[in-house]
């Protein structure tokens, strides 16, 4: 996750990072204060929930295939789940509320 150079600088010489410096390497997404914590991640829980199940299901089989597929099988995979994807019926319902949302953002 944060590459062989700084994987090797940390695991010799075991050097201890605090949480901000672990979000500047993309090792935390985020930090919180602790009364905060719950309802942080029950929103984002949420928002993962409110997408169609099929879509995520489908994005997680990818995260797990890339890190062992050479890039043209992978980005032939991910073709193949968009096809997928796009047969489903919630497609054009989550498209449509996709762009309703970037539309609304624009006019703010």
Not at 86 to 108: G, I
Request: hydrophobic residues 45%.
């Amino acid at each position: 996750m944060v590459g062989w150079q700084r994987a090797a600088e940390l695991s010799f010489t075991a050097r201890v990072i605090d949480a901000d410096e672990a979000v500047r390497m993309d090792v935390l997404l985020e930090v919180t204060e602790p009364d905060e914590l719950m309802g942080r991640c029950l929103a984002l829980a949420e928002t993962i929930a409110a997408k169609p199940s099929h879509s995520i299901r489908l994005t997680k089989r990818l995260f797990r295939h890339a890190r062992n597929m050479d890039l043209p099988e992978f980005l032939d995979l991910t073709a193949a789940y968009q096809a997928i994807a796009h047969a489903e019926p919630q497609h054009r319902t989550a498209v449509s509320a996709y762009l309703n949302a970037l539309d609304n953002r624009s006019d703010e």
